[in-house]
């Protein structure tokens, strides 16, 4: 009897258990590759990137990221920025998407860290060059290509569209 009734409570809590929360849409610190001089001094390999390394109206993504669950984080041009120009530059977890879908960007966080608006703005689009470029860097210096985007293989992630993005 007792066999049979862990069994079915076993059974229920797997179905009812189904619903899948990411970090997608989660507030995170970009980050870049430290300088060879930085892995020395600093002893890490990332360093964080300041309000002031990035242009105003412009999409950053950042691979590496340890706040985020696929090391993606990404700040559209509609990001708020911080007005001290020495302040730790803040984004939000993304991750690959494919082209032309629908589906996998959605934010499915019920904590109250997500941005404003960025639940609504949610979309798959290119971020990065595009894919004939990208294969083209990696077949010309494979090298190079992981030292630069990893083990990224598409230019698509999920970010907050904006009137950039969409070409108005």
Known sequence: MFVRSALFLSAALMLGGCDVKTELGKP????????????ETQGRKFVEIHEKDIAADQDFISFGSLDCEDLVCVRDDQSPRSENPEAFAQGYCSKECVQGTTTGCTITRTVDDVEEGLKDRMTCRPLLLDQDTLDAIKVADEGFYRRTFGENNSPYFCAGATPTSQGT
């Open 28 to 39: 995170c610190t970009l980050v870049r590759k430290a300088t060879a001089e930085e892995q």
